[in-house]
């Protein structure tokens, strides 16, 4: 009796195998198994790396070029370290807006040089929580948050400058 139960549940594994093999890819891999397939034909995988480099290099380019514009799309001068680092949230401007569309980050265009240098100390120290802000002010020293605050603390007057050229 034990060695016919014993059969039995050898031929029901056997069969419970044979139909997971017959099913395929997702039963043996998925996606993870479709890149072991693909690593051993190297010029595939090559290509796959290649394309990865290119895709980041594109992004990379399209990135350039929006700061680019975006520096170069406001109605007074800023500088390049504020084109790189603050346009893309606060606007050309620093009004929060782009095209008319808020941005991610709020309104600088306004605020004193003292006010905006103590939140920009706030935020490196971590006093003031914001991830994006954080990252971006780790490196600088105060003297390079100083000169942030004070380009921002002139842009009422560099804005007033410029509607006079006008």
Not at 72 to 77: D, L, R, S, V
Not at 110 to 138: A, C, H, P, W, Y
């Amino acid at each position: 009796m034990k060695n016919t139960i014993v059969a039995v549940l050898v031929l029901l594994i056997v069969a419970v195998g044979g139909w997971v093999a017959s099913k395929g890819g997702a039963y043996n891999g998925g996606e993870h198994g479709k890149v072991i397939a693909d690593i051993g034909n190297k010029t595939n995988a090559k290509s796959v790396v290649e394309k990865e480099k290119d895709d980041r290099q594109k992004e990379n380019d399209e990135l350039s070029a929006l700061r680019d514009k975006a520096g170069n799309a406001g109605a007074f001068e800023v500088s390049q370290a504020y084109k790189s680092k603050c346009a893309s949230c606060h606007g050309v401007n620093g009004s929060g807006f782009q095209n008319g569309k808020p941005m991610m980050g709020p309104k600088l265009f306004g605020q004193t040089s003292d006010v905006i240098f103590k939140k920009l100390l706030d935020f490196k120290s971590g006093r003031k929580e914001n991830v994006v802000m954080k990252g971006l002010l780790l490196h600088l020293e105060e003297a390079d948050l100083k000169t942030f605050a004070d380009e921002i603390g002139e842009f009422p007057a560099r804005a007033a400058a410029a509607a006079a050229k006008e």
